[in-house]
């Protein structure tokens, strides 16, 4: 966002946010040198994605430098072509063969669904009933629940022989 902020409006700050740009390109580039992959093939595609992205990531700190400081002649149509291609190519292709051919595997939980284990004693055959019910009587004798119950308790008992 800051690379498009300093393309938009100034040269100067262009040029200092692809410099940190490349600084965290760089810091990925090491990352992905130090981590060990599944496969040889993988390690070699992902490496070389990384390291293409640090190639092409120069060319644009030379156009950056162009556009502030007129140094080095890098043309739009040159960063286009080049840069463009090479990150689609190299960077995008490679590194998604990289990763598709030996996915990491998973180190998230399975989700569990917490299920109640309050179960009780219903009465009778009776008729069924499909849903919500206006009688919690129909299910449990009500005589047996404390007088000062809340409303939030009747509801949970409900629930929990709805579920039964």
């Excluded at 100034?10 to 040198?33: H, W």
Aim: with cysteine; proline share 4%; charged share 15%.
């Amino acid at each position: 966002m800051l690379v498009a902020i300093g393309i938009s409006f100034s040269p100067l700050l262009e040029f200092i946010s692809v410099l940190l740009y490349i600084f965290a390109i760089y810091t990925l580039i090491v990352l992905a040198y130090r981590t060990r992959f599944l496969s040889h093939l993988q390690t070699i595609l992902i490496r070389l994605s990384f390291s293409a992205l640090g190639i092409t990531i120069l060319f644009s700190l030379l156009y950056a430098t162009n556009n502030s400081f007129g140094l080095w002649f890098v043309s739009i149509d040159f960063m286009l072509k080049f840069h463009g291609l090479f990150n689609c190519l190299i960077f995008g292709m490679l590194g998604v063969l990289g990763w598709v051919l030996e996915p990491p595997k998973t180190k998230q939980d399975v989700w569990n669904f917490p299920v109640s284990q309050i179960r009780g004693a219903l009465k009778g055959a009776g008729k069924q009933h499909p849903g919500l019910v206006d009688e919690l009587s129909d299910f449990v004798d009500i005589k047996t629940l404390p007088k000062k119950s809340s409303i939030f308790m009747r509801t949970q008992i409900s629930i929990g022989y709805l579920l039964l």
